[in-house]
């Protein structure tokens, strides 16, 4: 059994704004729950191989980890490879429609270690951790005016 899931959510506002927003890594600690603090390895956008850390604290713990951007295409997509709390590609997915933007986020993934003991909860868990993260998102990108 593994991961596999992708919120979606639109957001009022041009892809573009929504990408400069969503893919600066200075911004993850006000719409990624659970992030106490992001560290990317170089200031702005992110792009294919930048690397982060972050903070977070899930299910109880609190930990380090670290992803690395494997595909990026401009105001579109940004693809990376996380090794926790298990190891996962999360995607962010932006593309256009009549109202704004569709944001998705898909996480894929195989929980093994402490989580694999949760694992019937994990997609649950993913899910509704993501799906919060895109409603704050959608607030903060639509605030700004």
């Known amino acids: ?17 929504v990408a400069a927003y969503m893919f600066d890594p200075a911004n993850d600690v006000s719409w ?13 956008l992110l792009v294919e191989g930048s690397t982060v850390v972050r903070t977070a604290k899930f299910l109880g713990r609190t930990f380090d980890y670290g992803y690395v951007v494997t595909a990026h295409e401009p105001d579109r997509l940004v693809e990376m490879k996380v090794e ?10 932006l ?11 898909r996480a894929v993934g195989s929980p093994g270690g ?7 909860l994990m997609r649950w868990q993913v899910r509704r951790s993501i799906a919060a993260d895109l409603g ?9 005016h």
């Open 136 to 144: 704050r998102l959608k607030r903060n990108v639509e605030a700004v």
């Open 114 to 120: 402490f989580f694999s003991v949760a694992e019937p």
């Open 1 to 17: 059994m593994s991961v596999d899931v992708r919120p979606e959510v639109v957001v009022r506002k041009p892809r573009a704004e």
């Open 32 to 44: 990624t729950g659970g992030i106490t603090s992001s560290r990317p390895d170089q200031p702005g």
């Open 84 to 93: 926790k709390p298990f190891p996962m590609v999360v995607r962010y997915e």
């Open 95 to 105: 593309s256009d429609v009549d109202e704004g933007t569709n944001v998705a986020i």
